[in-house]
């Protein structure tokens, strides 16, 4: 907040105005998004409680993001799309990510518990999709269980060749 201009602070947990050490609400978690608490879709209000207003997992975070890829891929008339760095789970549907006229396949992030001697952690990897245009032939061909990859075939009616493209992405290395 020491950035904001604003006279009119508003909290991003529940939108009052105050500081988070003054929030009757701070462990009320069904106001934990402001965004989705704001939004007018009902399945939002329902299952967006486990982030905040600034977290890239927030559905209407995410939908403004789809939003401007939507407006690019129709400016420049894209066939194909590789997306890395999604950060899309089984919470966010294809509903929040959807791009008309474009068929979506997505690789989500996998959770995942790695041990090490006596250290324990959680390795949160990433996820990648493609947005491929519907009047295309397409379907993904291989999943990579090591590294997040999806492989797609294109079959080319016009030449009758087939071409594969491959989105990835490969996470740092583990250091417990």
């Known amino acids: 907040m020491k950035n904001c201009k604003s006279q009119n602070h508003k909290f991003h947990h529940c939108g009052d105005d105050h500081k988070f050490s003054e929030c009757l609400n701070k462990n009320d978690l069904s106001k934990s998004c402001r965004n989705c608490y704001l939004s007018n879709d009902n399945d939002l209000k329902s299952k967006c409680k486990s982030h905040d207003a600034y977290s890239k997992h927030c559905p209407v975070r995410i939908k403004k993001a789809t939003d401007e890829l939507s407006k690019d891929l129709n400016k420049l008339n894209v066939d194909i799309c590789l997306v890395s760095e999604t950060f899309l789970s089984y919470k966010i549907t ?24 006596t250290v324990r952690k959680t ?3 990433v996820g990648v999709a493609a947005y491929l245009r519907q009047s295309l032939v397409s379907n993904v061909v291989d999943v990579s269980d090591k590294v997040e990859s999806m492989w797609i075939s294109v079959n080319h009616l016009a030449t009758d060749k087939k071409y594969f493209y491959n989105v990835s992405y490969c996470p740092p290395p583990f250091k417990p």
């Open 123 to 125: 390795i949160k990897e």
């Open 94 to 117: 294809n509903k929040f990510v959807a791009i008309d006229g474009y068929e979506l396949f997505r690789r989500d992030r996998i959770i995942c518990n790695v041990e090490n001697l």
